[in-house]
């Protein structure tokens, strides 16, 4: 991972593209091709640029956090899962995190919250963890979202019921569980 611009010059070939350049040549080829594996392809190699700090104002200036939020929304899982991992790469720097949050990304990652992919699921609930504050507890610590995460801490993978655990002791207050846990009872009393 580079820190900062300075060093990603010196790792970049005197011949290379740069790095905007690439980032913005990504976004339009998953723009233009019909191609699914494509689509899946370039979101993936997205999501990793998402990864390191040093992209953030290229990412930005390129529109890939909208990308990302418009892909939770996606028929595709697999693009709903790097959409998720890119979001939960950007989502802990403030910028980032104010634009996701201004951009309807909650209330997509809380419609993730429903799909059967453990992946998914860990990035959507770490997301969620890194997007919180507490002027916006109640957009990110609801019924809905807390029930649905009550469910994934009894998952049978190790690490999605760690993270849903987390974000129920760190997050979540007691009322906060039990008011979800009583609206779940009142939505499908058969559970």
């Known amino acids: 991972m580079f820190h900062k611009p300075e060093d990603l010059l010196k790792r970049t070939p ?44 290229h990412i930005r200036a390129n529109k890939v956090i ?24 950007l989502a802990n720097d ?11 990304g909650l209330p997509n990652l809380e419609r993730c919250l429903y799909v059967d992919n453990d992946d998914l699921l860990i990035s959507c609930i770490t997301t969620l963890m890194y997007l919180y504050v507490p002027e916006i507890k109640t957009d990110i610590v609801n019924p809905s979202v807390v029930g649905r995460v009550l469910s994934h801490a009894r998952s049978e993978n190790p690490r999605l019921k760690n993270v849903a655990n987390i974000f129920l002791t760190d997050f979540c207050t007691g009322n906060d569980i039990q008011t979800a846990t009583i609206t779940r009872r009142r939505r499908h009393p058969d559970q």
């Not at 976004?27 to 700090?53: G, W």
């Not at 959409?83 to 939960?88: D, F, I, P, R, V």
């Not at 403030?94 to 309807?104: A, E, F, H, Q, S």
């Open 14 to 57: 005197v011949d290379g593209i740069n790095r905007p350049e690439f980032l913005h040549l990504l976004v339009q080829e998953f723009q233009k091709t019909n191609s699914a594996d494509s689509k899946r392809q370039v979101l993936a190699n997205l999501a990793n640029f998402a990864y390191d700090p040093v992209n953030y104002p």
């Open 66 to 89: 909208d990308l990302f939020i418009e892909q939770l929304s996606s028929n595709d899982n697999k693009l709903i899962e790097f959409a998720a991992a890119g979001l939960c790469n």
């Open 94 to 104: 403030p910028l980032n995190k104010d634009y996701i949050i201004g951009n309807g």
